[in-house]
């Protein structure tokens, strides 16, 4: 919770104003993206929030109190990452997905098309859909990722946050 929120601190503060948040490997019961969103969906002026995980709760948020929280057609409905049909409903991809999904997800026109807000393995940093971006000058690297939780423990990997959104 605390990385993710450094990471939207490092943002220009109406960079997510009025914008939709998608995030897709998230349990809205466990993630800490959920959780930030969430509890800050009114001071950051979201518009949207979509949590899914494959075989996990789903849950679509559009403001208002806990009780406006509705269902959402869980992940395990798709057959790949790709046949989510509703990335055009979204402004920004916010989330922490499986690093072995990498490839997957940089391949997946419709992310590219989306501004990030995405925790990536360092070695993604040389992958060509991200050094096009960086080349635009639309990607940055902020290094304050501290661990991960597994459910063996605490983890300190080498990852970055990558966001497309402005910095201040």
């Not at 057609?73 to 916010?94: G, N, S, Y």
Request: net charge negative; hydrophobic share 40%.
């Amino acid at each position: 919770y605390e990385d993710i929120e450094k990471a939207v601190d490092w943002l220009e503060p109406d960079a997510l104003r009025g914008l939709s948040v998608l995030c897709p490997f998230d349990n809205p019961e466990t993630s800490m993206f959920w959780r930030y969103f969430h509890r800050n969906f009114e001071r950051l002026g979201l518009s949207k929030l979509l949590a899914f995980g494959y075989g996990s709760k789903s849950a679509l948020y559009t403001g208002g109190n806990d009780d406006d929280v509705e269902d959402f057609e869980p992940f395990d409905e798709f057959e790949t990452f790709e046949d989510f049909e509703d990335f055009e409903d979204f402004d920004v991809i916010a989330t922490n997905p499986p690093f072995s999904l990498y490839t997957d997800i940089l391949n997946t026109q419709a992310i590219l098309d989306m501004d990030w807000l995405l925790i990536a393995p360092v070695t993604v940093t040389c992958r060509e859909a991200v050094i096009e971006k960086m080349q635009g000058g639309r990607l940055r690297f902020l290094n304050i990722v501290s661990k991960f939780e597994t459910p063996s423990g605490p983890k300190s990997v080498g990852a970055v946050f990558m966001p497309t959104l402005p910095t201040g």
